[in-house]
C-alpha cells in the first residue's frame, strides 16, 4: 500500500475522535492552537513511555511475546505496571505540567477535552508505528480497538481530574481531592492493563495454536470495549449535565460566550411574541438562555462580582472577579 494511504489510515482515527471530543464541548470551544499543543506534547510522550518500558521489560526478564499459559503471573504484572501504568503515568504527568497554568482551562469538561487530545497525540504517534511496521491489516484492527481505548481511557483521567477541581472548589475535604487526583492515574491504567492483556494474551494464544484461548480472550477484549464506550459516553454526558446546568460563561468573560447564549435576546425579545421569531427553541436552549440571563442579571446588580462562584464552573472563577474589579 501506498505510504501516503498508510499514513492516512494511521492518522485518520484519532482525528476523528478529536473531532468527536472538540464538539462534545458545547458551550465554549477550546482553542485550535492550545489543541495542537497538547496534541504534540502527547506524540512527544511516547519517547519516554518507550525507554520505561523497556526498562520494565529487562527488569522483569520478559518480552511482549510473554507466553500467557507459561507465565500468566509474571504476564500480568508486566502488562498492568510495565505498560499500561507507564504509559498512563506519562501521559497524566504532562497532562498536569501543561494544565496547571493553562488558562483556556475554566470549565471543569476541559479536562477531558484536554486529556483526550493528548492521549490521542501519543495514540498517533504510536499507530504511525505500528501500521508502517506490520501493514493496513493492522491499522484497520487497531483503528476500531487501540486508538479508541486510548480515548476512553484518556476520558476516565479526565473525568476524575475534573471532579476533583470541583471537590477543591467547593472546600471538599483534601481526602477527596487526593482520592479523585490518585484516581485519575489508577483507573485508566486498570483499564488500560485489561485491554493489554486481552490484546497481547490473544496474540500469544494465537502464536501457541491455542485457538479455544484466543477465542476467549478475542471476545473479553471486544466486551471490555464495549463496557470502556458505554462508561465513556455517560461520564462525557455527566459532565455536560454539570456544565449546562451549573457552569455557564459570565458576561464579562474574557473568552466568547457561547452562540446560543447571544441568541437570548432574540428568543427573549418582543417580536418572538409577535410571531417573528421563526424557530423553535429547544429544551437545551432554554437551559442555555436561562442560565445567561441570572448571570447577566448578576453582574448588573453587582458590577465587583464575588469570587465565590458555583464550583461546577472550573478553578479560574476568582480570575473574572479580579478582571471586573480592575
Same mark, same amino acid.
Given at each position: 500500500?501506498? &505510504?501516503?494511504?498508510?499514513?492516512?489510515?494511521? %492518522?485518520? +482515527?484519532?482525528?476523528?475522535?478529536?473531532?468527536?471530543?472538540?464538539?462534545?464541548?458545547?458551550?465554549?470551544?477550546?482553542?485550535?492552537?492550545?489543541?495542537?499543543?497538547?496534541?504534540?506534547?502527547?506524540?512527544?510522550?511516547?519517547? &519516554?513511555?518507550?525507554?520505561?518500558?523497556?526498562?520494565?521489560?529487562?527488569?522483569?526478564? %520478559?518480552?511482549?511475546?510473554?507466553?500467557?499459559?507459561?507465565?500468566?503471573?509474571?504476564?500480568?504484572?508486566?502488562?498492568?505496571?510495565?505498560?499500561?501504568? !507507564?504509559?498512563?503515568?506519562?501521559?497524566?504527568?504532562?497532562?498536569?505540567?501543561?494544565?496547571?497554568?493553562?488558562?483556556?482551562?475554566? #470549565? &471543569?469538561?476541559?479536562? =477531558?477535552?484536554?486529556?483526550?487530545?493528548? @492521549?490521542?497525540?501519543?495514540?498517533?504517534? #504510536?499507530?504511525?508505528?505500528?501500521?508502517? @511496521?506490520?501493514?493496513? =491489516?493492522?491499522? =484497520?484492527?487497531?483503528?476500531?480497538?487501540?486508538?479508541?481505548?486510548?480515548?476512553?481511557?484518556?476520558?476516565?483521567?479526565?473525568?476524575?481530574?475534573?471532579?476533583?477541581?470541583?471537590?477543591?472548589?467547593?472546600?471538599?475535604?483534601?481526602?477527596?481531592? *487526593?482520592?479523585?487526583?490518585?484516581? /485519575?492515574? %489508577?483507573? +485508566?491504567?486498570?483499564?488500560?492493563?485489561?485491554?493489554? $492483556?486481552?490484546?497481547?494474551?490473544?496474540?500469544?494464544?494465537?502464536?501457541?495454536?491455542?485457538?479455544?484461548?484466543?477465542?476467549?480472550?478475542?471476545?473479553?477484549?471486544?466486551?471490555?470495549?464495549?463496557?470502556?464506550?458505554?462508561?465513556?459516553?455517560?461520564? %462525557?454526558?455527566?459532565?455536560?449535565?454539570?456544565?449546562?446546568?451549573?457552569?455557564?460563561?459570565?458576561?464579562?468573560?474574557?473568552?466568547?460566550?457561547?452562540?446560543?447564549?447571544?441568541?437570548?435576546?432574540?428568543?427573549?425579545?418582543? #417580536? !418572538?411574541?409577535?410571531?417573528?421569531?421563526?424557530?423553535?427553541?429547544?429544551?437545551?436552549?432554554?437551559?442555555?438562555?436561562?442560565?445567561?440571563?441570572?448571570?447577566?442579571?448578576? /453582574?448588573?446588580?453587582?458590577?465587583?462580582? @464575588? &469570587? *465565590?462562584?458555583?464550583?461546577?464552573?472550573?478553578?479560574?472563577? $476568582?480570575?473574572?472577579?479580579?478582571?471586573?474589579?480592575?
Amino acid at each position: 500500500m501506498e &505510504p501516503l494511504l498508510l499514513l492516512a489510515l494511521a %492518522v485518520g +482515527p484519532a482525528l476523528i475522535l478529536l473531532h468527536a471530543i472538540y464538539f462534545a464541548d458545547r458551550y465554549q470551544k477550546e482553542p485550535i492552537r492550545n489543541l495542537l499543543r497538547y496534541l504534540v506534547a502527547g506524540a512527544a510522550m511516547c519517547v &519516554p513511555a518507550f525507554f520505561a518500558e523497556v526498562a520494565a521489560q529487562k527488569t522483569l526478564g %520478559v518480552d511482549a511475546t510473554i507466553d500467557i499459559r507459561a507465565h500468566p503471573i509474571l504476564f500480568v504484572v508486566f502488562v498492568f505496571v510495565g505498560v499500561a501504568l !507507564v504509559e498512563e503515568w506519562v501521559k497524566r504527568w504532562m497532562l498536569w505540567r501543561l494544565a496547571r497554568r493553562d488558562e483556556e482551562i475554566d #470549565e &471543569p469538561f476541559d479536562w =477531558v477535552v484536554y486529556s483526550v487530545t493528548l @492521549s490521542l497525540g501519543f495514540a498517533t504517534l #504510536e499507530n504511525i508505528l505500528y501500521v508502517y @511496521s506490520f501493514g493496513a =491489516v493492522v491499522g =484497520v484492527a487497531r483503528a476500531f480497538t487501540a486508538v479508541p481505548s486510548h480515548a476512553l481511557n484518556a476520558t476516565f483521567m479526565g473525568d476524575r481530574l475534573a471532579r476533583a477541581a470541583v471537590a477543591k472548589e467547593a472546600g471538599r475535604r483534601a481526602c477527596v481531592v *487526593r482520592r479523585e487526583t490518585w484516581l /485519575s492515574i %489508577v483507573e +485508566p491504567a486498570l483499564w488500560h492493563g485489561a485491554y493489554d $492483556a486481552c490484546a497481547l494474551g490473544t496474540t500469544s494464544a494465537a502464536g501457541a495454536k491455542d485457538a479455544s484461548l484466543a477465542a476467549f480472550l478475542g471476545i473479553a477484549l471486544l466486551v471490555l470495549l464495549g463496557v470502556q464506550w458505554i462508561l465513556g459516553i455517560l461520564r %462525557v454526558r455527566s459532565q455536560q449535565k454539570d456544565l449546562r446546568t451549573d457552569a455557564c460563561p459570565r458576561p464579562d468573560s474574557p473568552r466568547r460566550a457561547p452562540r446560543a447564549a447571544h441568541l437570548a435576546w432574540y428568543w427573549t425579545s418582543e #417580536e !418572538v411574541g409577535a410571531g417573528m421569531g421563526g424557530g423553535r427553541r429547544s429544551a437545551a436552549h432554554d437551559d442555555r438562555t436561562d442560565c445567561y440571563h441570572r448571570a447577566l442579571r448578576r /453582574s448588573r446588580a453587582d458590577p465587583h462580582p @464575588s &469570587p *465565590r462562584l458555583p464550583p461546577q464552573c472550573g478553578r479560574y472563577q $476568582a480570575r473574572w472577579a479580579d478582571r471586573a474589579r480592575s
